[in-house]
């Protein structure tokens, strides 16, 4: 079970280690939050470089359009408070987005001074300002009257919490209903400790809570929770449903693979499971097997991470595998998996080939070829998959549509089914997902929700 209350991890939590790998594992302390918090001065010297630029290009560059000079503004002024009401006023997970965001693509990528000096520190004045506010009782925004309206958010993640926070202070009744046993969404369960403690998530749950909205754990849409519930109480439905686990490898030895997410959440929420080996290979080139990657590595794995295509295709940021490099893991590109070699239960290799690459397939990306002849051996201990997440399926899109796979939506985040509306992951069919962008479609999603209650409402 979750250990709560520290923004760090237990370091001495017990590690329980995979059977062909009994050794002394470093402490899970190697995998705390990598950057510490600023402290006021610093902070106020750092606000004090931004050159607040007019039609600041920051501004555009982050999805939620915080007004970025405006709340570094208020840190130079030493009004972290007013700060953060900036800054949660555009985006209300703006604590989680100041940890996780790839900031080198985003915000701290559009500043000008990046062109011939060190870009403004943008998102850890964000995290400065936003930790002064989230266990601060004190209340931040003043509420609507109540509507009368009550809206039901299914998934506790960045997309249905925003859309429930946003919700909840223009006056609607909100619940969330969340089918794990601690709400956040991948921000608890799914980012790696050394960028967002699971405490940082929970917290900022306890913010929104603050709001009015109120959560329900251990209620799963299509098992616990019925369409018929949701659409009789309700007068809208959000759906932030996200995406599945990691999908099976597809090769002889899939049963003895670990699944790169259950690795990352077991480091986050359930440290004494962590089973890690000596010798770890990781199947996949995204940011997830990075993440997958280092938290074996840094609990002392030699880490091997394969890949059929070339570091041009990898899906992960380029400064993810900048960083994954300086961080001693290996990469052997154009080499796909062909079976886990499997002995007494326990893995002994996964055995490879090498291709070449073709013609672009589906995805635009080229078409990986095997070479005749080329298979071989690598050494291994443990298979971790990180090759996506599996798309949303089963009772809880019953009566949707879809488009690639994901949930289909308008303009208007409207879906098939009338008065249920989603955001997030499973709407995204194109381009890399993150957690800035579900934060905003939450936002904008509300938004629409709340214009189609007032139509209701006019109607009525
Ligand atoms: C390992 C990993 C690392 C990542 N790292 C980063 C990062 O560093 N930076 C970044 O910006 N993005 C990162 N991402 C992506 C980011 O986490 C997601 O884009 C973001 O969490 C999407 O938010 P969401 O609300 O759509 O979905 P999720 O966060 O997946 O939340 C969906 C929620 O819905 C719940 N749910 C699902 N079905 C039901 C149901 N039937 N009934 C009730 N509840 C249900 C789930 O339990 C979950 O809590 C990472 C993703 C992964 C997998
Ligand atoms: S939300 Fe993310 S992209 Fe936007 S300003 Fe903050 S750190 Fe940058």
Partial sequence: MFRSCSFSP????EVTMSDTA????????SLSESLPPMQPYEAQVEANRCLYCFDAPCLQACPTHIDIPGFIRKIAQARPRDA???ILSANLLGATCSRVCPVEELCEGAC??????????????????????????????SLAAPTGQRVAVVGSGPAGLSCAGELAKKGHSVEVFEKRELPGGLSTYG???LREPAEVALAEVEFLKRLGVVVHTGRELGANLSWDELEDKFDAVFLGLGLGRVPPLGIPGDEAVTDGLDLVEACKVEPGSLKVGRRVVVVGAGNTAIDCATVA?????EVTIVYRRTDAEMTAY??????????????????????VLVEGGLVKGLKCQEVELGAPDASGRPQPRPVAGSEFLIDADQVIAAIGQTKPTGAS???LSFEKGYVAVDDQFRTLRPKVFAGGDAIRSTGAASTVMAVQDGKLAARAIHDFLNQGALRG
């Fill in 84 to 86: 953060a009401k900036t």
């Fill in 397 to 399: 899109v019953e009566g």
């Fill in 318 to 339: 380029p400064h993810e595998y900048e960083f994954a490099k300086t961080e001693g893991i290996g990469f052997r590109f154009l080499t796909q998996p062909v079976a």
């Fill in 10 to 13: 237990d370091p001495s939590a």
């Fill in 297 to 301: 590595h840094r609990l002392g794995a």
């Fill in 191 to 193: 980012i790696i400790t």
């Fill in 22 to 29: 009994i050794r002394a594992l470093p402490s899970l302390a």
């Fill in 112 to 141: 000008v001074l990046g062109a011939s000096f060190k870009p403004v520190s943008i998102g850890r004045l964000q995290r400065y300002a936003t930790d002064t506010v989230l266990n601060d009782p004190r209340p931040l925004f």
